[in-house]
């Protein structure tokens, strides 16, 4: 028979908590080398011997207070679930940082096993840290581990099921002193006349929180028969000064047990030093930021153009083949114009994005990324943002989904909300084959350069409308920054495909999926009535255009951008499928780059309009409905829409006319 | 030597010091101390730029707004050489 326990596994942000998780449960959950890239708590399986585990991955926490979302994830996960046993990951190279979550995870009273992770760098420093005389001060069995080969996690999930199985319910407690101590047993008492509470808390943790004059256990008592009683106690005390004094302890704690169970524990500068003294510095930090952000979009370019002229040639091969002559007719532009030309017209596209998605994981994994948003504080705050939400920023060039859900680090819910809603401004891997194809298409030479300027026109009108907002519906100072900055590391191959793969997937299964269904209604539309000519101004798409054109008419666009863009709103890749569809360009061989050409409605300076709009329009409606469950509010998703529509509208109207003025052409 | 105090942000790259005291709410305070940033323990600069810095405490780097930094104050123990 099998047996079920849970395990929960917690600790520091940027520790390895998320490599072990993915190597103990064979998912592949996305490992950042930056604090925070886990905001939800996400769970998977694992098997050894009679047992299945179910294994959860909490947020990354300095601490178990209520700081900040994540926090509050882990914090609650652990009390109201009860998991059989937590799994303390500590970074076994930084291991004195990481005791103070140690700490206060003993004080929970739950079963605890600690992972010493990524230990091979640890001795490889020199650091040996002595699992026996852990056991025997902190009454917690330690387990060497290596996440990212995969080392000692059988260890992990026996010494785990050990503790779960067989170990009595003992609480692993520090003395907080006579003074403090008393007040926790008289607390403890109190709580103990009301079962439901101590039922559902355990005692020790909440009087230790509502002593140190936590909020949220504040709360927890509000209601209960012994509120009273409790506040009587709590009022003998003065919760700042108390709370200083137990964190006095628990460091006292760590630093006295630190040299029996570490005697190497050496701290050296080395080269992350010199490293970070030269790419933060105040005059070279920006230029070379932005010279890498360049470097990788010329880049993306040169090293994806042999991969779409091969894909370019398989297309064509099949357009040809289901274009001569198939009967019945309709069956050939279902086929050619429908499939090939909708999801044809995107798959083109894939090696860009999972180029792109190749250096950003290059940059990110070698910790690069996170001195990136400390570079950018001093801009970000005096527009009104703290530099903390550059990061959600950044992974908006991936996908602004996950880049939205980020922002649960950021503390201040102002700051929280402003990030959110400029986060559509970063402009994802969806929006891509939309710039490859128009700069492709008018600016062959320098289309490199013409995406670099997008990416930075969606950077500026983000951090344009983040100092509207705060001067206007959300005013206040943003939250000064304070970051961890993770060790440089070399980025290894294999690991920057896997993130590659991890986030680029995405768009494939998209292309088969959503796109597909999009670019079939649009071919739909295109094809009926029955009987007229394909794609003509008296189908159903014709006239859905014509009716949406005179809107979009100051703009330069025609009535097929309107009905692409209109599709668009599902994701932003469907107007390249709907305007592959439109233009027919999945029978006769030709592509769609040429037959945008051909059309006399498009120049260079339409083509750069429809590209910012695409860029600023609307969140496509993943990004929305993340908005909403992020904000817990439809007038905030509502705004983001309106927003989006008036800043694209007009700046897109801007560079039409600026356009059409100084160079005379469209 | 430990000297007077003063605020974190006004150390220059190079140097040690020791944190004497935090000038901050009740929240903050509390994440600072989780992060190992409290009275008694010692950091030293890594680099800084107009009152932002890098810090590197117990061997974590933590990157610091010179907001953030104000709030901290810190006695200098040694000036190396730069």
């Known amino acids: 028979m099998t047996k079920k326990i849970r395990i929960a596994l917690a600790g520091n942000p940027n520790v390895g908590k998320s490599t072990i998780f993915n190597a103990l449960t064979g998912s592949r959950q996305h490992v950042g080398n930056w604090p925070g890239v886990t905001v939800e708590k996400k769970s998977g399986f694992a098997r050894l011997g009679e047992y299945e585990i179910e294994v959860i991955d909490l947020p990354g926490t300095y601490s178990l207070t209520a700081y900040s979302v994540d926090e509050v994830v882990a914090r609650d996960y652990i009390i109201d679930e009860k998991p059989d046993v937590v799994v303390h990951v500590v970074d076994a190279t930084n291991f004195e940082r990481n005791l103070y979550l140690t700490t206060q995870l003993m004080e929970f009273g739950v079963p605890l096993v600690i992972a010493l992770n990524m230990s091979d760098m640890a001795e490889k420093n020199g650091t040996a840290?002595?699992?026996?005389?852990?056991?025997?001060?902190?009454?917690?069995?330690?387990?060497?581990?290596?996440?990212?080969?995969?080392?000692?996690?059988?260890?992990?999930?026996?010494?785990?099921?050990?503790?779960?199985?067989?170990?009595?319910?003992?609480?692993?407690?520090?003395?907080?002193?006579?003074?403090?101590?008393?007040?926790?047993?008289?607390?403890?008492?109190?709580?103990?006349?009301?079962?439901?509470?101590?039922?559902?808390?355990?005692?020790?943790?909440?009087?230790?929180?509502?002593?140190?004059?936590?909020?949220?256990?504040?709360?927890?008592?509000?209601?209960?028969?012994?509120?009273?009683?409790?506040?009587?106690v709590l009022a003998k005390s003065d919760p700042e000064e108390t709370e200083a004094v137990m964190a006095d302890r628990r460091y006292e704690v760590i630093t006295a047990l630190l040299p029996q169970v570490c005697t190497t524990c050496v701290r050296t500068m080395n080269s992350s030093d010199l490293i970070d003294r030269v790419i933060t510095n105040r005059w070279l930090g920006i230029p070379i930021f932005l010279a890498l952000m360049w470097g990788a979009f010329e880049l993306t370019f040169a090293a994806a153009t042999p991969f779409m002229a091969a894909i370019e040639l398989a297309m064509g091969y099949c357009a040809e083949l289901v274009g001569s002559g198939m009967e019945p007719a309709w069956l050939g532009s279902f086929l050619g114009d429908g499939i090939i030309g909708g999801m044809g017209s995107i798959l083109i596209f894939i090696p860009n994005i999972f180029i792109l998605l190749f250096l950003l994981s290059i940059l990110e994994d070698s910790g690069y990324l996170a001195r990136a948003a400390f570079v950018m504080d001093r801009l970000m705050y005096s527009i009104g943002l703290p530099g903390k939400s550059f990061i959600p920023m950044l992974i908006g060039f991936g996908c602004n989904v996950p880049a939205i859900m980020a922002t649960r680090t950021i503390e201040d819910p102002k700051d929280r909300l402003i990030t959110i809603l400029i986060n559509p401004f970063m402009s994802c891997g969806a929006r891509l084959p939309v710039y490859v194809l128009f700069a492709g298409a008018f600016f062959p030479a320098n289309a490199g350069t013409v995406v670099f300027v997008l990416y930075v026109l969606g950077i500026a009108v983000a951090i344009g409308s983040a100092w509207l907002f705060r001067k206007t519906i959300l005013p206040g100072k943003p939250a000064p920054f304070l970051m961890e900055m993770p060790p440089y590391r070399l980025p290894t191959l294999v690991t920057s495909i896997m993130h590659m793969w991890d986030r680029g997937s995405m768009y494939i299964r998209k292309a088969g999926g959503v796109i597909l269904f999009g670019a079939l209604i649009v071919w739909g539309l295109a094809s009926l009535p029955y009987g007229v000519e394909y794609g003509s101004a008296e189908s159903f798409a014709g006239l859905i255009g014509h009716v949406l054109e005179p809107l979009v008419a100051p703009l330069g666009f025609d009535w097929k951008i309107a009905v692409a863009l209109l599709f668009g709103f599902v994701a932003k890749e469907v107007v390249v499928g709907s305007l592959g569809v439109l233009y027919g360009t999945g029978d006769d061989g030709g592509t769609l780059s040429s037959a945008l050409l051909a059309d006399p409605h498009l120049g260079p300076v339409t083509a750069f309009a429809l590209m910012a709009f695409v860029l600023l329009y609307?969140?496509?409606?993943?990004?929305?409905?993340?908005?909403?469950?992020?904000?817990?509010?439809?007038?905030?998703?509502?705004?983001?829409?309106?927003?989006?529509?008036?800043?694209?509208?007009?700046?897109?109207?801007?560079?039409?006319?600026?356009?059409?003025?100084?160079?005379?052409?469209? | 030597m430990i000297m007077e105090s003063m605020p974190l942000s006004f150390l220059s790259p190079g140097s040690d010091a020791t944190v004497m005291e935090i000038r901050a709410g009740h929240g903050l305070c509390r994440h600072l101390v989780s992060m190992g940033i409290l009275p008694g323990s010692r950091l030293s600069v890594v680099c800084a730029d107009r009152g932002s810095l890098i810090v590197s405490v117990a061997g974590t780097r933590y990157a610091l707004s010179k907001g953030m930094a104000m709030k901290i104050l810190v006695g200098q123990i040694e000036v190396k050489a730069q």
Not at chain 1, 141 to 150: I, L, W
Not at chain 1, 642 to 656: N, R, S
């Open chain 1, 129 to 232: 840290i002595n699992r026996v005389m852990m056991k025997k001060f902190f009454e917690i069995p330690a387990v060497r581990t290596v996440g990212s080969k995969g080392e000692g996690l059988d260890e992990l999930l026996r010494t785990a099921i050990n503790e779960a199985e067989t170990s009595p319910h003992h609480e692993h407690a520090i003395g907080y002193g006579d003074r403090i101590e008393t007040l926790i047993s008289e607390l403890v008492a109190v709580l103990g006349n009301d079962p439901a509470l101590s039922a559902r808390y355990p005692p020790r943790w909440l009087a230790i929180r509502l002593l140190e004059g936590d909020d949220n256990a504040r709360e927890k008592i509000e209601g209960s028969p012994v509120r009273d009683a409790a506040l009587a």
């Open chain 1, 618 to 666: 609307l969140p496509c409606l993943a990004a929305l409905a993340v908005i909403k469950k992020e904000t817990g509010s439809w007038k905030w998703t509502g705004f983001s829409v309106v927003y989006g529509l008036v800043v694209a509208y007009t700046i897109a109207f801007i560079i039409a006319h600026v356009g059409y003025f100084v160079t005379g052409g469209i």
